[in-house]
């Protein structure tokens, strides 16, 4: 009987071990997130290069964060209109997409090559949260993960008021992500 | 007639000035927060302020220069090429991720001790400070 016992525990542990060595969490603390909302002959762009990701390779499971205040701008007066007329970071500091990558079976993350992603998840900006659904590519290479994509936010779907929205301020800001993974 | 040229002419004057402000000046000159007076903080001190209230901890520190003192946990480059560092405690659920204006290897070594000064733009999974300079 305690033999039956030792080897029951021991085939549940060997399960549970592989399971936790199955699992992988890959995670960037600089990764990169382009802005760019020009609508007329001025350029109204910026980049992030703090960006905070992690995913899950068994789900897709997927967050990623970034501080408003972090966005630079080649000229000052635009970063600081941004941040106080439009994004209003001081009350709302940072932005975040929490969701899935839908197709991630598809992926096989021990074998170098591109693959295309399908993210689906919550996109919250301004304090207001929105559904979204975009595509983008993982690739792998050295077994390590970069995940770039490129999507269109409405800029009044986020609350987001001000001057020159749909003039000098184009109606929708392009999001380029790129995000190199470790693990 | 000497009115109207001097109304003129001041037009110009502000429309010249106000143009210069917006497109010349503010595309050249950036926020320098090295010349600022930073607040003095341990990377122990910031992280447990940002983990017990991040809503107060952002009126106390977010958008200012900040002098943060600390260990080295990690050094690496972000994907600007921008040298970044990480201080704190090596067992601590979060610490500070700093992004340093240059874009040399950092010099010193893991477990030194190191104070940099730049910028807190607030906290993800570590406190963000942005253009750091080491001091």
């Keep these: 009987m305690k033999i039956i016992i030792k ?28 802005f760019n909302a020009s609508g007329g002959i001025e350029k109204i762009a910026a980049v992030n290069n703090q960006v905070d990701s992690k995913f899950k390779d068994v789900d897709g499971q997927i ?21 106080e007329n439009y994004m209003e970071s001081s009350q709302f500091p940072k932005a975040e997409f929490k969701g899935y990558i839908k197709n991630v079976k598809e992926i096989d993350f021990s074998k ?8 689906e998840g919550t996109l919250t900006i301004h304090g207001v949260a929105q559904k979204v659904t975009t595509t983008g590519q993982i690739e792998i290479a050295q077994g390590k ?29 392009k999001i380029r992500v790129n995000c190199k993974y470790q693990n | 007639m000497k009115k109207i040229s001097y109304i003129l002419l001041s037009i110009l004057l502000i429309a010249g000035a106000v143009y210069y402000y917006t497109f010349v ?3 050249n000159h950036h926020r320098d927060a090295q010349s600022e007076t930073a607040i003095k903080i341990s990377a122990d ?30 050094t690496n480059k972000d ?18 991720s700093v992004t340093l204006i240059s874009t040399e290897n950092i010099s010193k070594k893991i477990g030194d001790p190191v104070i940099v000064k730049g910028v807190c733009t607030g906290y993800l999974s570590d406190v963000i400070i942005n253009e750091g300079v080491l001091k």
């Excluded at chain 1, 029951?8 to 549970?16: D, G, H, K, M, Q």
């Excluded at chain 1, 205040?69 to 970063?79: P, T």
């Excluded at chain 2, 952002?58 to 260990?71: M, P, Q, R, T």
């Excluded at chain 2, 600007?80 to 500070?96: P, R």
């Design chain 2, 25 to 27: 000046y503010a595309k």
């Design chain 2, 79 to 96: 994907q600007a090429g921008h040298s970044t560092l990480l201080i704190g405690k090596a067992d601590a659920f979060s610490n500070v």
């Design chain 1, 63 to 83: 967050i990623i964060g970034v501080l408003i205040k972090g966005f630079k701008f080649e000229n000052q007066l635009m970063e600081d209109h941004f941040n």
């Design chain 1, 112 to 119: 170098d090559g591109k693959y295309p992603a399908n993210f």
């Design chain 1, 7 to 34: 080897i029951v525990c021991l085939i549940v542990f060997t399960n549970f071990s592989l399971q936790l060595n199955a699992q992988k969490i890959y995670a960037t603390k600089t990764g990169q997130l382009f």
């Design chain 1, 145 to 173: 993960p970069t995940i770039t994509g490129e999507f269109s936010v409405k800029i009044k779907d986020f609350g987001i008021k001000g001057l020159y929205i749909g003039e000098k301020i184009a109606n929708e800001a």
């Design chain 2, 45 to 74: 001190a910031l992280t447990a302020a940002y983990q017990n209230n991040e809503q107060a901890a952002n009126k106390l520190y977010l958008n200012k220069a900040i002098e943060v003192s600390g260990n080295i946990l990690t």
